[in-house]
C-alpha cells in the first residue's frame, strides 16, 4: 500500500538555526498538509498546499514557516530560525482532495 | 467554537469489552466527523468517518453514533482486543476548510 514517507524521523537543531523536513507524498495526491503534534497534545494543522501554492494556513505558521515543492515528488518545511517552543512531532500528509488523509510517521524535531 | 472536545483522556477495558469514547463541538459548520487511530511512532491513521445526516455507521467491531441535535459524536469498540490499545482522536472539519481539527486524544488500553 503506498505511503507517505518523511525524513529525518529525529532531527535535533540549536535554536535559531534552520532546519528542513522532508516528505515524499502518495504519487497520485493533489494536496499536501504539515500538522503537528506537541508531546501529549493534539494533533494541530499547520499549512495545506495545492497546485504549487499554499491553500490555507493556521496561526501558527508564522513568517517562520515556509513550505516548498521543489520536484515532482518532494514536499518540504522549512522553519527559519527554530525556538524551543517548535519541538514537537511533524506529520505530512497527503490526499486526493476528498476527506481521509495519509499521514507520514512524522519528524520528531528537539530543539534545544 | 473551533475545538472539538474528547473524553476520557485514558480509558482502560478488558479484552472483549466496549470502550466508548466521547467528543463535542460547538460549530455547526462542521460537516465531516473522522475518528483517528494513533499508534505509537505512527502517525495517525483515519479509522470511520461520518457525516452529519447518519446518526449510526459501523465498520466492522467500529461504530459512530451521531447525535446532531446535542452537538456530539462517539465511537464504541466492539469486542475490544489487545491490538486496538493505541491513541483515538476524534476531529471535524467544514468542507468549505482544509484543516481538520483534532480533539486531545484518548489513550485506550485493552488488557488481556
Known amino acids: 500500500e503506498p505511503e507517505v514517507t518523511q525524513t529525518p524521523s529525529h532531527q535535533v537543531t540549536q535554536m535559531g538555526q534552520e532546519v528542513i523536513l522532508r516528505c515524499v507524498p502518495i504519487s497520485n495526491h493533489l494536496y499536501f498538509y504539515w500538522y503537528r503534534q506537541i508531546l501529549g497534545q493534539k494533533v494541530e494543522f499547520l499549512v495545506s498546499f495545492y497546485n504549487n501554492e499554499i491553500s490555507e494556513k493556521s496561526e501558527i505558521f508564522d513568517d517562520q514557516f515556509s513550505v516548498e515543492r521543489p520536484d515532482g515528488s518532494n514536499f518540504t518545511l522549512k522553519i527559519r530560525s527554530t525556538k524551543l517552543e517548535d519541538s514537537a512531532m511533524y506529520f505530512c500528509?497527503?490526499?486526493?482532495?476528498?476527506?481521509?488523509?495519509?499521514f507520514g510517521s512524522g519528524t520528531q524535531l528537539s530543539v534545544l | 467554537q473551533q475545538q472539538v472536545k474528547q473524553s476520557p483522556q485514558s480509558l482502560i477495558v478488558q479484552k472483549g469489552g466496549i470502550p466508548i469514547i466521547n467528543c463535542a463541538y460547538e460549530?455547526?459548520?462542521?460537516?465531516?466527523f473522522p475518528w483517528y487511530q494513533q499508534f505509537p511512532g505512527k502517525g495517525p491513521a483515519l479509522l470511520i468517518a461520518i457525516r452529519p445526516d447518519v446518526s449510526e455507521k459501523k465498520e466492522g467491531r467500529f461504530t459512530i453514533s451521531f447525535n446532531k441535535s446535542a452537538k456530539q459524536f462517539s465511537l464504541h469498540i466492539m469486542d475490544s482486543q489487545p491490538g486496538d490499545s493505541a491513541t483515538y482522536f476524534c476531529a471535524a472539519k467544514e468542507t468549505s476548510y482544509d484543516k481538520v481539527i483534532f480533539g486531545p486524544g484518548t489513550s485506550l488500553s485493552v488488557i488481556p
Open positions: 460549530n455547526t459548520a462542521f460537516d465531516y
Open positions: 500528509a497527503s490526499n486526493r482532495g476528498n476527506e481521509k488523509l495519509f
